[in-house]
C-alpha cells in the first residue's frame, strides 16, 4: 500500500488530492492537507472519482457500432485500420477541409489529449474545430485577445486581498471557480467579510454562494445592462481614475464615451434592479480600496455575452483595479499557455470565417452552434467526418437534437470517451481512454489562473484496464495512418516524414525548461523541469500570491497598453439598443442551474453522487406558479421558440420572479445506465442554434435567458400505447466487466 500525492483534474479548482493505491487499485481519496492552494480542500467528486475508474459501463475496449445501432468490442488494429481507411477516402475526394474535430471540456485536464486534437486540426487545415468554449467562454477569448493581444491572457479575482468582490453570474462555492483557480474558494470569499470587506453576488437565483453573502437578484440576460448602468454612473459622477486608465490603456475617451447617455430607466427594467440601486453599487466598487468584477458562466451564456464582458474589463481599468492587489490580477503560470499559442499561430480572432454562417473564428475554432449547418449544407469545405474527444456536444450544446442528427449523418465520426454518450451513440467508433491517474498529468490550462502559483507535475499511478490507450497516443495512430503529424508545430510536418514523432509531455517540458521557473537544461540549477517534478512526488510553490505590477509584461500587444478603443462594440450597443426583449408568449427567462455533485453532462453514473434528492426540476417563484395555478411538484411543459419539455416544477423564492432555473444535462439516454435511470430532462432541447440568436462578436451560444411559457403538463399517454422508450442504447454485457464494483 502507498500514498502518492497528485491533483485532481475534474473541474478548474485542480485540488490536490492524497491517493492510497493497493494493488494497482486507488483504494482511496482524501483532500491534501499540506498542498499550498487547495489547502485540504477537495469535494465530492474529487474524493469518489476512483469509481469511475471501476465503473461497470466504462468502456474497457474499441467499440465498433453495429447495424442495429448497438456496439461490439472490437482489437484496436482493426479499429484503427478501418478508421485509417475511411479516413483516407474522405480526404482523398473531398480534402482534409472536410475532416473535424470536437474537444471536451475534459481536455482541459488532459494535456496530451488536448495538444493532439488541437494539432490534428491544424495540420488537416480545417475550419471544423469545435470546442467546448463555444458554450461557455468565447466572449472572453475574444475579448481578450482585443483588449490584451491574447485569447488566453486572462486576468482573475485576487480575492486573498480584496475589499470588494463583485460576481456576476458565478457561484463558485459549487462550481469551484471558473477562469480563477483560488483552492479553498468558498473560505477565500467569506475571509473578504470576515475582514470588514464586500461580496456582492448577482444572479437570477440566490445560489449557494449568495446565500452567504449579499445578494442582487437580476433577471437573466440583464447583465448586460447592469454593466452598462455601473460604467455610465461611473463616468457621470467621475468616478474613474484617469490617471491609472491613461497610464495603462489606450482609447480611453472612446470606452467612457461609449456609455455616456445609457438610460437608467431602460437599465432598471432590463435587469430588474432600481436605478438607485445600480448607481449605489458604482459608487461602492469604484470607492473601494480594492475592488474587482469578475463574471462566469451566467454572464457568457447570453446574446451580449461579448460586449458584457468588454463592459466588465472595463469598469475593472476604469476602476483602477486591473493590475493591483486585491483587484484583477495577471496569473504566473509556469508554462506559459500565451507564449505557447503565439508560437502554435493558434491565438487570434476574425481571421476567418464560418463557411455557412459567416462567424468569425476564435482561437481558431469554430462554434457548436454552426456545426449542424456545416454537416448539412453541400460544397466544397462541407464536413463529412469527426473526431471527437472528451465532449458530449449533442448533450451539451444548443438544439441536442439537430445536434444528435448531425452528428447521425455523417460519413465517419470516432470519439475517444469512456462511455457511450448522447453524441456518440452516432459514431462509428467509441475508443476507451486512460483516464485520470492512470496518465501523467500538468494542469496546463488552470496553472494560468492559479491564486498561489506552484507547480505539480504527476506521473500515472494506476495502469488502468489492459485495453484502454492515452488519447494523444490513439489521435497520433489515426493520424499516422493518414501520413499527417497532429502537431502545429513549425517542422512537425518535415520531421513526421522522416519518422520523428514527438510526444506532447515534450512540448510541455520545454515550454516548462525555458519559462520563467525552467531549469534551461541545466543553467539554471535551482529551476524546473518535468523529471524534477516528477521526481519530487508533490507540489512546489513559488509565492504567496500573483505578482502586480506587471501589466506591461503581460499586455501582448505592441505599445503595451490595453486596447479600450473597439469600434465593433459601439456597433453591438446599437444593436443592443434597439433589441426588444419581451416576448409575451414566453414571457419567462429560463437559466441553468449547475449542480455539486456533477462534472457538466457525466458523472451522473456514479451511484455514490447520485443519492440524496437529486432530481431535475424546474424552479419557479411562487407569484409565478400562482398566476399559473401550479402547485409544488406539479409536472410542468416548459416551451420556448424553439422545443419543449417536460419535468416537475418546484415552487421556491429562491429564484427571482420573471425567471426560472433549471439543471443543466440531463435526461440521460446513452450506454451509462445509472444516468438514464436518473430521468429529468434536457436543457438544451429548449435552446436555439440560429445564428442571429448567439453572441454575433464570438459565436457562443445563447443558452440562458431564453424566454419560455409553463403550464401544467397534458396528462402522460400510455407508456405501453406511447412504445416506452426506445432511444437508449443497449450496452451489451461484454463492456461491464472490469474490476468489481
Ligand atoms: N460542481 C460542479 N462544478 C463545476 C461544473 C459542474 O458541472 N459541476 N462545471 C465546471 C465548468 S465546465 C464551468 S465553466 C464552471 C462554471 O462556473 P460558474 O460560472 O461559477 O458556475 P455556474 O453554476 O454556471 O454559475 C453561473 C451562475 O449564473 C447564474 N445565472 C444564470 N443566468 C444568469 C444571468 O443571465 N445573469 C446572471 N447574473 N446570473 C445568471 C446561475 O444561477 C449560476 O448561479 O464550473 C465548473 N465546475
Ligand atoms: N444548458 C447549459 N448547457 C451548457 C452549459 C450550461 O451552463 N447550461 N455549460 C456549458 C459549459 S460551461 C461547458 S464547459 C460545456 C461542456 O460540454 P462538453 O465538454 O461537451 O461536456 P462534458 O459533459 O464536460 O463532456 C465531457 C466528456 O468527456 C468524457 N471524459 C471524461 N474523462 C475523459 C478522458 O480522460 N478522456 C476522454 N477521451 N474523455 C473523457 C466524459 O465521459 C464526457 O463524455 O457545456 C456547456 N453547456
Ligand atoms: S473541487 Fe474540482 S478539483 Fe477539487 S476535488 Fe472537486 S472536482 Fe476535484
Ligand atoms: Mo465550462
Not at 495 to 512: H, N, Q, T
Not at 601 to 618: A, I, P, Q
Request: some cysteine; charged content about 25%; aromatic content about 6%.
Amino acid at each position: 500500500m502507498v500514498e502518492k500525492r497528485v491533483w485532481c483534474g475534474i473541474c478548474e479548482a485542480s485540488c490536490g488530492l492524497v491517493a492510497t493505491v493497493e494493488n494497482d487499485e486507488i483504494v482511496k481519496m482524501r483532500p491534501d492537507p499540506d498542498h499550498p492552494q487547495s489547502k485540504g480542500f477537495a469535494c465530492p467528486k474529487g474524493i469518489l472519482f476512483p469509481e469511475v475508474l471501476k465503473d461497470p459501463d466504462r468502456l474497457r475496449d474499441p467499440m465498433k457500432r453495429q447495424p442495429d445501432g448497438t456496439f461490439e468490442k472490437v482489437g484496436w488494429d482493426e479499429a484503427l485500420d478501418d478508421i485509417g481507411r475511411r479516413l483516407k477516402t474522405i480526404i482523398d475526394e473531398h480534402g482534409t477541409e472536410s475532416v473535424g474535430c470536437g474537444l471536451g471540456n475534459a481536455n482541459a485536464w488532459n494535456y496530451g489529449a488536448f495538444l493532439t486534437l488541437f494539432g490534428m486540426a491544424t495540420a488537416l487545415k480545417t475550419k471544423h474545430y469545435y470546442t467546448a468554449s463555444s458554450i461557455d467562454i468565447n466572449g472572453y477569448w475574444v475579448v481578450s485577445q482585443l483588449l490584451y493581444g491574447n485569447n488566453l491572457t486572462n486576468p482573475f479575482p485576487d480575492f486573498a486581498r480584496t475589499d470588494f468582490a463583485l460576481v456576476v453570474g458565478a457561484n463558485p462555492v459549487v462550481s469551484h471557480g471558473s477562469m480563477a483557480t483560488i483552492g479553498k474558494i468558498r473560505e477565500a470569499m467569506l475571509d473578504i467579510t470576515e475582514r470588514g470587506g464586500r461580496v456582492v453576488v448577482v444572479d437570477p437565483r440566490r445560489t449557494e454562494t449568495a446565500r452567504l453573502f449579499e445578494h442582487q437578484p437580476i433577471l437573466p440576460e440583464g447583465d448586460v445592462w447592469l454593466m452598462l448602468g455601473l460604467l455610465h454612473t461611473i463616468v457621470d459622477e467621475g468616478l474613474e481614475d484617469r490617471a491609472r486608465m491613461t497610464e495603462q490603456a489606450s482609447g480611453v475617451a472612446f470606452a467612457l464615451d461609449l456609455v455616456r447617455d445609457v438610460d437608467m430607466d431602460r437599465v432598471a427594467a432590463e435587469t430588474g434592479i432600481a436605478a438607485d440601486d445600480v448607481r449605489q453599487l458604482a459608487r461602492d466598487f469604484a470607492g473601494a480600496r480594492s475592488a474587482n468584477l469578475y463574471g462566469r458562466c451566467g454572464a457568457s451564456l447570453g446574446r451580449f455575452a461579448s460586449l458584457t464582458k468588454y463592459l466588465m474589463d472595463v469598469i475593472n481599468v476604469a476602476t483602477g483595479n486591473l493590475d493591483r492587489p486585491g483587484g484583477m490580477v495577471f496569473g504566473r503560470p509556469m508554462v506559459d499557455l500565451e507564449f505557447m499559442t503565439k508560437i502554435l499561430g493558434a491565438s487570434g480572432y476574425d481571421r476567418w470565417r464560418t463557411r455557412v454562417d459567416g462567424i468569425p473564428e476564435v482561437i481558431g475554432s469554430s462554434p457548436w452552434a454552426t456545426f449542424p449547418r456545416e454537416v448539412a449544407t453541400p460544397g466544397k469545405g462541407q464536413c463529412r467526418a469527426m473526431f471527437c474527444v472528451a465532449t458530449n456536444a449533442a448533450m451539451t450544446s444548443p438544439d441536442t437534437e439537430a445536434m444528435e442528427a448531425a452528428f447521425e449523418s455523417l460519413d465517419l465520426f470516432v470519439s475517444l470517451d469512456p462511455y457511450i454518450t448522447e453524441t456518440n451513440k452516432h459514431a462509428d467508433y467509441v475508443l476507451p481512454p486512460k483516464m485520470l491517474y492512470e496518465r501523467e498529468g500538468f494542469p496546463v490550462f488552470t496553472q494560468s489562473h492559479n491564486a498561489v502559483p506552484h507547480a505539480q507535475w504527476t506521473e500515472a499511478i494506476v495502469s488502468g484496464p489492459p485495453n484502454v490507450r492515452d488519447d494523444w497516443r490513439t489521435l497520433d495512430d489515426i493520424c499516422k495512418r493518414v501520413g499527417i503529424v497532429p502537431s502545429g508545430a513549425p517542422g512537425a510536418q518535415l520531421m513526421g516524414k522522416i519518422g520523428i514523432r514527438l510526444p506532447p509531455s515534450l512540448g510541455v517540458d520545454l515550454f516548462m525548461r525555458i519559462g520563467p521557473d525552467g531549469d534551461l537544461f541545466g543553467l539554471r540549477r535551482r529551476g524546473i523541469s518535468r523529471k524534477k517534478l516528477i521526481e519530487r512526488g508533490g507540489p512546489i510553490t513559488f509565492s504567496d500570491h500573483c505578482p502586480t505590477g506587471v501589466i506591461r509584461k503581460k499586455i501582448h500587444h505592441k505599445d503595451k497598453l490595453v486596447h479600450l478603443e473597439q469600434p465593433m462594440f459601439a456597433g453591438e450597443l446599437e444593436r443592443l439598443k434597439a433589441m426588444r426583449t419581451a416576448d409575451p408568449e414566453h414571457p419567462l427567462r429560463i437559466f441553468s442551474i449547475r449542480e455539486l455533485r456533477s462534472q457538466n453532462s457525466w458523472l451522473h453514473n456514479v451511484d455514490k453522487l447520485m443519492t440524496g434528492k437529486r432530481s431535475c426540476r424546474l424552479r419557479m417563484n411562487p407569484a409565478d406558479a400562482d398566476e399559473r395555478g401550479l402547485q409544488d411538484g406539479a409536472e410542468v411543459r416548459i416551451t420556448s421558440r424553439w422545443g419543449a419539455i417536460e419535468v416537475p416544477v418546484e415552487v421556491t423564492d429562491e429564484v427571482m420572479a420573471g425567471s426560472v432555473g433549471l439543471n443543466q444535462h440531463w435526461g440521460h439516454k446513452g450506454g451509462w445506465r445509472r444516468a438514464n435511470a436518473a430521468g429529468g430532462a434536457r436543457y438544451n432541447d429548449l435552446v436555439p442554434n440560429d445564428p442571429a440568436l448567439i453572441d454575433k462578436v464570438s459565436g457562443n451560444a445563447w443558452i440562458n435567458g431564453i424566454g419560455v411559457s409553463v403550464v401544467r403538463a397534458p396528462a402522460a399517454p400510455d407508456a405501453a400505447e406511447a412504445g416506452g422508450e426506445v432511444d437508449v442504447v443497449q450496452v451489451p454485457a461484454s463492456v461491464g466487466q472490469g474490476t468489481t464494483t
